[in-house]
Nanobody, 116 residues
Framework: QVQLVESGGGLVQPGGSLRLSCAAS????????MGWYRQPPGKQRELAAT???????NYADSVKGRFTISRDNNKNTVYLQMDSLKPEDTAVYYC??????????WGQGTQVTVSS
């Protein structure tokens, strides 16, 4: 059974920082891509950032320059460092992993709220 355990969400003031973590375990196979989607209130889920096994990163335009994604392949863990947070970053953040057979797994989601 595959498990993705997320942590690090919470309430932060505008301009603040948070670091999300997602640890994957179980029979995942060879992990190719890891990353984060987010779903703002009342909106559809959208891509935030991804990172391949080789370290290639991809970011949504709205988070470029503020968010940094990284991964530890030995621990099957992906991180999202979020700086200069804005109220519009408020969302439920979901991590995912995709293996070399393009099977995708999702975390349960963690709430990030940016508010004064």
């Amino acid at each position: 059974q595959v498990q993705l355990v997320e942590s690090g969400g919470g309430l932060v003031q505008p301009g603040g920082s948070l670091r999300l973590s997602c640890a994957a375990s179980g029979r995942i196979g060879n992990i190719y891509n890891m990353g984060w989607y987010r779903q703002p209130p009342g909106k559809q889920r959208e891509l935030a950032a991804t990172v391949t096994s080789g370290g290639t990163t991809n970011y949504a335009d709205s988070v470029k320059g503020r968010f940094t994604i990284s991964r530890d392949n030995n621990k099957n863990t992906v991180y999202l460092q979020m700086d200069s947070l804005k109220p519009e970053d408020t969302a439920v953040y979901y991590c995912f992993v995709r293996n070399s057979l393009f099977r995708q797994y999702w975390g349960q989601g963690t709430q990030v709220t940016v508010s004064s």
